[in-house]
């Protein structure tokens, strides 16, 4: 009889010094579960779930190339003009399209309308030596009528002696860092209607609004952004 307690004792004793070695630790975030295992006489606490890694905001690529660029009114006139990290011949697409006339002006104002697909008046733009690029007037058609202008440069639309300039040898120019998806839908059935690229844009008024004419605005940056 007493060999048998002594086994239970020695039993419970063990059982007792397992339990001890590890245990489980449970937050008040019931989902997270920590375990608590001692090495070398210090207890160290390992998250089965990273939180802080999960939910941290992932930093955006600063683009492979970019433009500035401001558009001056007068009258009938629209021109554009700016400057670029693209190379020398790189051609950037400019297009006007019309808001419907019933669009909230607030709407237009934060960029959250979208204009008419139809466009107005567009423009090729060739980049110069250096890094310089200038339109030739773009046509306004409707004074008493607000637009939305943009300039793009889609890399997969270039020649393709221009896309070998844009990356190193082994690299795709869909992989360059930066770009959003833009709608440019076009006429050769062998181009998908939306493609990566950059974009930036800016309202252009009627005419006897503000930024409606006799003054400059620089394009902002346009994220459907992605």
């Given at each position: 009889?007493?060999?048998?307690?002594?086994?239970?004792?020695?039993?419970?004793?063990?059982?007792l010094?397992?339990?001890t070695?590890?245990?489980?630790?449970f937050?008040?975030?019931?989902?997270?579960?920590?375990?608590?295992?001692?090495?070398?006489?210090?207890?160290e606490?390992?998250?089965?779930v990273?939180?802080?890694?999960?939910?941290?905001?992932?930093?955006?690529?600063?683009?492979?190339?970019?433009?500035?660029?401001?558009?001056?009114?007068?009258?009938?006139?629209?021109?554009?003009?700016?400057?670029?990290?693209?190379?020398?011949?790189a051609?950037?697409y400019?297009?006007?399209?019309a808001?419907?006339?019933?669009?909230?002006?607030?709407?237009?104002?934060?960029?959250?309308?979208?204009?008419?697909?139809?466009?107005?008046?567009?423009?090729?733009?060739?980049?110069?030596?250096?890094?310089?690029?200038?339109?030739?007037?773009?046509?306004?058609?409707?004074?008493?009528?607000?637009?939305?202008?943009?300039?793009?440069f889609?890399?997969?639309?270039?020649?393709?002696?221009m896309?070998?300039?844009?990356?190193?040898?082994?690299?795709?120019?869909?992989?360059?860092?930066?770009?959003?998806?833009?709608?440019?839908?076009?006429?050769?059935?062998f181009?998908?209607?939306?493609?990566?690229?950059?974009?930036?844009?800016?309202?252009?008024?009627?005419?006897?609004?503000?930024?409606?004419?006799?003054?400059?605005?620089?394009?902002?940056?346009?994220?459907?952004?992605?």
């Amino acid at each position: 009889m007493n060999g048998k307690k002594q086994l239970t004792f020695i039993f419970i004793w063990l059982m007792l010094s397992l339990l001890t070695a590890c245990r489980l630790d449970f937050s008040e975030d019931k989902s997270s579960v920590r375990q608590m295992v001692k090495k070398d006489g210090n207890t160290e606490l390992a998250d089965k779930v990273d939180k802080e890694e999960q939910t941290s905001p992932q930093k955006k690529k600063e683009p492979a190339y970019t433009f500035d660029a401001a558009v001056t009114l007068d009258s009938t006139s629209i021109q554009l003009k700016g400057k670029t990290t693209l190379p020398p011949d790189a051609v950037l697409y400019a297009r006007l399209r019309a808001y419907p006339e019933d669009t909230s002006l607030d709407d237009i104002k934060d960029y959250r309308a979208e204009p008419y697909m139809k466009i107005t008046s567009e423009a090729y733009i060739a980049v110069k030596s250096d890094g310089t690029f200038q339109s030739e007037n773009i046509e306004r058609l409707d004074f008493p009528q607000r637009y939305l202008l943009e300039l793009i440069f889609a890399p997969t639309r270039a020649e393709e002696s221009m896309q070998q300039k844009l990356v190193k040898e082994g690299e795709s120019v869909e992989d360059l860092a930066g770009m959003t998806e833009i709608d440019l839908p076009s006429r050769n059935e062998f181009f998908d209607d939306v493609v990566p690229g950059y974009i930036k844009h800016v309202n252009i008024m009627e005419m006897d609004e503000p930024d409606g004419d006799d003054v400059t605005l620089e394009l902002v940056s346009a994220e459907v952004e992605q």
